[in-house]
């Protein structure tokens, strides 16, 4: 999920590792390369993914019958905590308004509406501001959180939640992007990306990758790589802790908040 330029050369070396690793353990069929081809939905739903990593909210809404949960990754970028992540709201660096309830009445950019960290979260706090109707005036749709900050910093939004590991991460990608913008809140911490496989994979070979990727995260060839990627490690956890982020929506909904199909 997080493969942004200067982020490639790590995945690559990532999964190089933990696809030798499966291979020596006699796993067959592993793909030599990482498939970039597709969208994460198409992979997300392919019955031979052998390891990918989902968005939060499309894998507790949409995907959890299809995909085995196998760790969730532990965060070293701002504003996250052990395994849980959140979304950073950004303005326009000029624009005067300093705090989240200024920008009631204004037009928000949001990546997908399924993502989590760019719609759902984003609903979430801005419906932790009370009042009552609509938040939003409008919804502008980027494509991506990448997108949704050139949105914003050309004046096409006035503000958007953009994961905090790719805000981080955009300064080595996208020189001068983030410098081009300012936080102006944080939402609530939730499960960071977790690392899936399909529910299709045996269960033998899924405890295998879990065993390849948690390896990874500690193997010291790989520290350079982690840290590009902002990896200080993963956990196995329970798939229930991602109800959370559908409870999240629940309370965006109660309270009126624009919805991405408004």
Request: hydrophobic letters at 50%; aromatic letters at 6%.
């Amino acid at each position: 999920m997080y493969d942004h330029p200067a982020q490639r050369a790590a995945n690559d070396a990532l999964w190089s590792w933990i696809a030798g690793r499966l291979v020596a353990a006699g796993v067959e069929g592993v793909p030599p390369a990482l498939d970039r081809g597709r969208t994460p939905d198409v992979l997300w739903q392919d019955p031979a993914l052998l390891l990918g990593q989902a968005c939060g909210y499309p894998y507790a809404r949409f995907h959890k019958e299809r995909l085995r949960l196998i760790a969730v990754p532990r965060y070293g970028a701002p504003h996250c905590e052990e395994t849980r992540h959140c979304s950073v709201i950004v303005a326009r660096m000029a624009d005067p308004r300093t705090a989240l309830a200024a920008f009631r009445g204004a037009a928000a950019a949001i990546n997908e509406p399924a993502s989590n960290t760019g719609t759902n979260l984003l609903r979430h706090t801005a419906a932790e501001q009370g009042g009552a109707g609509p938040f939003f005036a409008a919804l502008v749709r980027t494509g991506s959180h990448v997108g949704s900050m050139r949105a914003v910093s050309a004046g096409e939004a006035d503000l958007a939640a953009i994961d905090a590991v790719t805000f981080a991460a955009a300064e080595a990608s996208y020189p001068g992007l983030a410098e081009s913008l300012k936080v102006i809140a944080v939402s609530r911490r939730v499960p960071a990306l977790p690392f899936v496989t399909a529910m299709a994979t045996p269960e033998p070979v899924a405890a295998l990758v879990q065993e390849a990727l948690l390896a990874a995260m500690a193997a010291p060839e790989l520290a350079e790589a982690r840290a590009s990627l902002f990896l200080l490690g993963a956990e196995a956890v329970a798939p229930a802790a991602y109800d959370e982020v559908l409870e999240l929506e629940r309370l965006a909904d109660a309270a009126g908040i624009l919805a991405p199909e408004d």
